[in-house]
DNA sequence: TATATTAATGCGATTATATCGCATTAATCG
DNA sequence: CGATTAATGCGATATAATCGCATTAATATA
């Protein structure tokens, strides 16, 4: 936990957590809304995907179509930096994944870097 | 020019070019319409700027913010494909410039890489 | 130069994503 | 059980971007 707030545990965030890490795939918060059978309003389901993100539980990924996806973390836990790696997002089956390819950069002397966000398009294994 | 469709050349047109031609920094729809002294409707704007697109005389970046900006293309002249680069957001001056830092990847065999979309997210070095 | 063609524009409406305020509900703890 | 307050539901709101359509104007042609 990043932030030392108290959170409670609910039906909606297992829920969430649930169809999350039972994904590969990130997930927008509609396409998680629907996974989930009883219905949870929308404001809700960002409430707690954006709780998740600042627990670290969650990690964001804003794709080239402006949209926001979710996924889980997998270094997350521990005190380790959560690994900073591409996406994927394929064209033709309109998912997008993580890929386990870390983001590397040499970047100039002065520019401090303290996120990335990374998207490769195009058409993935599965389609081409 | 990618695309075979007639263009107009258009004050609207020649004042966006303009302002990006003289900027080092990608910028927001909105931006570059207030570096612009006459009224331009919004909708011409969003247009023109697509336009300039699929022309390859601009490429568009999608930051982390969701949206969309802006930047002259150096490459896309000739027939070379545009040079894939990082982008650099800072949380302080709230500017998108071009690295000249290519995005390089190796990516599982069976992918197809289309285009990338690449933002670092950090304090840029005007402002460290 | 005058006229025809149609790309480009302005304007309003519309779509879509995401957030916010506030009253209510319910998780947690003593 | 009762108190505290995090979490939720609902409606309103903010913002980005696009779309339909009538009008304007850039360009080509006579
Ligand atoms: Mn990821
Ligand atoms: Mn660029
Ligand atoms: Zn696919
Ligand atoms: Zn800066």
Chains 1, 2 share one sequence.
Not at 12 to 24: E, F, I, W
Not at 80 to 89: G, N, V
Request: charged residues 25%; aromatic residues 6%; contains cysteine.
């Amino acid at each position: 936990m990043l932030n030392d707030m108290k959170r409670r545990n609910t039906p909606t965030k297992q829920a969430v957590l649930s169809v999350l890490s039972s994904s590969t795939k990130a997930m927008s918060p509609d396409a998680i809304k629907k996974k989930i059978d009883v219905s949870i309003d929308r404001a809700t389901i960002y409430r707690v995907l954006n709780r998740f993100c600042d627990d670290g539980v969650l990690h964001r990924v804003v794709a080239d179509d402006g949209k926001q996806y979710f996924a889980m973390c997998q270094k997350c836990d521990e005190n380790e930096k959560p690994l900073q790696h591409f996406h994927f997002r394929c064209t033709h089956c309109e998912t997008i994944e993580c890929l386990p390819l870390p983001v590397n950069y040499t970047i100039a002397k002065g520019y401090e870097v303290k996120n990335v966000n990374c998207v490769l398009i195009g058409v993935c294994k599965d389609c081409a």
